[in-house]
């Protein structure tokens, strides 16, 4: 069975740290654009970062830029989201997605099944 499981949410105060991964079963990841989304309650789901199966290049929304860095580790199958500097606005559920081939391209082929993060004092 393909599927995607993201770990690692949680609560946190604002200013913490939180990382996500993103594993793989079923496949492997290494030709497979892997992104990051989220969706709060009442808001649409936004995309928050891509890396690219080819040579690694990253993307980020400009909300986490600076403060979130996304990573691949090809022999475990998995990609992590590093969360600094955590906002109250970060709260969200957060998905991981990949597509097949090099670039962060829609439509995502497999989707994980969410991992709650939640930034609050």
């Known amino acids: 069975q393909l599927q995607l499981v993201e770990s690692g949410g949680g609560l946190v105060q604002p200013g913490g740290s939180l990382r996500l991964s993103c594993a793989a079963s079923?496949?492997?990841?290494?030709?497979?654009?892997i992104g990051w989304f989220r969706q709060a309650p009442g808001k649409e789901r936004e995309g928050v970062s891509c890396?690219?199966?080819?040579?690694?290049?990253?993307y980020y929304a400009d909300s986490v830029k600076g403060r979130f860095t996304i990573s691949r580790d090809n022999a475990k199958n998995t990609v992590y989201l590093q969360m600094n500097s955590l906002k109250p606005e970060d709260t969200a559920v957060y998905y991981c997605?990949?597509?097949?081939?090099?670039?962060?391209?829609?439509?995502?082929?497999?989707w994980g099944q969410g991992t709650q993060v939640t930034v609050s004092s």
């Open positions: 997605a990949a597509v097949g081939g090099a670039w962060c391209v829609i439509p995502y082929d497999y």
């Open positions: 079923g496949f492997t990841l290494d030709n497979y654009a």
């Open positions: 890396i690219s199966s080819r040579d690694g290049s990253t």
